[in-house]
């Protein structure tokens, strides 16, 4: 079925340092792929998107790409700040019908 | 611009009870999908609305229902209610194919 493997499951960067989260889809048909961040108790944002029809996509420190033929797309967050600390969500989506998220990445960046 | 809008944030219910929550959507937005996240995994897919008709379902069973009423809000409604619904229910919001989700800060339910 339908499936999106996101990984590190954790990750911790000094800070200043780069991050980056790695997802992994399923469906060859999936055309639209978004990056949520969760602070605790909060509601998901929407940080950045990438079309199929795009390879990179970057905003400022953050940047998406795609590799359609290996079904991978990563999230790169550059120059880390304490504020970037949060839980990353990967998903993949035909359009926008049912979203398929990663089970998520625990960042943490040490001061 | 009031965003997507949850109610209750928080409800605490007994097993074998009914629930029903309610969304209201970004304005502008004309498609509502309703997601289910358990402590520390990703949201899951429950369903989504769209011209007051579900238009796509996840694995979630026939106690889960919902509705989508003219005004595009909408509402889920759990029967019979297990200790494993407890979780907390997001709602999202969007429009045709143009815009990714806008969530709403969703309801924690606690079924004891």
């Known amino acids: 079925g339908e499936n999106v493997e996101q990984h590190p499951s954790t990750l911790s960067v000094q800070e200043g340092d780069s991050a980056v989260i790695k997802c992994t889809y399923s469906d060859s048909a999936s055309n639209y792929f978004p990056w949520y961040k969760q602070e605790l108790g909060k509601r998901p944002q929407l940080i950045i998107d990438?079309?199929?029809?795009?390879g990179e996509k970057k905003d400022q420190r953050i940047a998406v790409t795609l590799n359609k033929t290996a079904k991978h797309f990563s999230l790169h967050i550059t120059e880390t700040q304490p504020e970037d600390s949060a839980v990353y969500f990967c998903a993949a989506s035909k359009g926008t019908y049912k979203y398929i998220f990663g089970t998520g990445t625990r960042l943490k960046v040490l001061a | 611009d009031a965003g997507v809008t949850q109610s209750p944030t928080h409800l605490i219910k007994t097993r074998g009870q009914q629930v029903t929550l309610r969304c209201s959507p970004k304005s502008g937005h004309d498609t509502v999908s309703w997601y289910q996240q358990a402590l520390g995994q990703g949201p899951q897919f429950i369903f989504q609305y769209y011209e007051e008709e579900e238009r796509q379902r996840g694995n979630f069973p026939d106690r889960f229902s919902g509705h989508q009423f003219p005004n595009y809000s909408s509402e889920l409604n759990v029967n019979a209610l297990l200790l494993g619904d407890s979780a907390l229910y997001l709602c999202?919001?969007?429009?045709?194919?143009?815009?990714?989700?806008?969530f709403g800060s969703g309801t924690r339910l606690t079924v004891v």
């Open positions: 990438i079309r199929s029809n795009v």
């Open positions: 999202a919001s969007s429009r045709g194919q143009g815009d990714g989700y806008t």
